[in-house]
């Protein structure tokens, strides 16, 4: 069964400097891989996914993430962060062999920007 | 643009209880996902419909059950309330399969506390 592996649970950051928050995924057959951002009381919003083609792929507030097969791995990264950007994360696996896309999530990455 | 309405957005109800929990998609979506998130935990799926046919089924307990209508709402239905009830349920909608758009849009989710 498809798994998700996000290892850090959560990554301080001072505001202004970079960040990787690391996901991977435990099946190497054809998946699309997302990543989602939930602040805190509020719904699940779509940050970036990869469904096929180049493997950097941009999403909206300046987030990219680059799907890597062989590592199967899907490290979310932005290049400078906000007070803003302060929420939870998570990537999710949705296995195309399943029929159904239901997602699979990963335990979520708490980023906290610190000032 | 229209987002997923998801009806209540809290509900308070005590052990034994039944409650229902509603789902309005996307318009033109025709597939509809249920997760539960407890507390400091990621979304777990539940039930998923597409064409008002249940397409897949995942760790939902039996006192649970699920149904999509017509015009493609989807009502979860849970009898019997247990405290270990206590969670998030998010409801997430995507386009027909075959449109090429795997994501899937969440809703604001239904706190649910069973006391």
């Known amino acids: 069964a498809q798994s998700v592996t996000q290892l850090d649970s959560q990554v301080p950051v001072f505001e202004e400097a970079p960040v990787e928050l690391r996901c991977n995924y435990s099946?190497?057959?054809?998946?699309?891989l997302f990543w989602y951002v939930q602040y805190p009381n509020q719904g699940l919003q779509l940050l970036l996914k990869?469904?096929?083609?180049?493997?950097l792929v941009k999403g909206i507030n300046g987030f990219e993430a680059e799907f890597n097969k062989s590592q199967t791995s899907f490290h979310l990264r932005k290049p400078s962060v906000h007070i803003s950007d302060t929420a939870e994360y998570f990537c999710?696996?949705?296995?195309?062999?399943?029929?159904?896309?239901?997602?699979?999530f990963g335990t979520g990455t708490r980023l906290k920007v610190l000032a | 643009a229209a987002g997923v309405i998801q009806s209540p957005r809290h509900l308070i109800k005590e052990k034994r209880e039944t409650a229902t929990l509603k789902c309005y998609p996307i318009?033109?979506?025709?597939?509809v996902y249920w997760y539960q998130q407890g507390p400091g935990q990621d979304p777990q799926f539940l039930i998923s419909?597409?064409?008002?046919?249940?397409?897949d089924k995942g760790s939902i307990p039996d006192r649970f059950s699920a149904q999509q209508f017509s015009d493609y709402h989807s009502e979860l239905n849970m009898s019997s309330l247990e405290l270990g009830d206590s969670a998030l349920y998010f409801c997430?909608?995507?386009?027909?399969f075959g449109s090429g758009s795997y994501e899937q849009y969440f809703g604001p989710g239904t706190r649910l506390t069973v006391t």
């Open positions: 997430a909608s995507s386009a027909s």
């Open positions: 099946s190497s057959v054809s998946v699309y």
């Open positions: 990869y469904l096929s083609g180049s493997t």
């Open positions: 999710a696996v949705s296995d195309r062999g399943s029929g159904t896309y239901k997602y699979i």
């Open positions: 318009p033109r979506h025709d597939t």
């Open positions: 419909f597409y064409e008002k046919m249940q397409s």
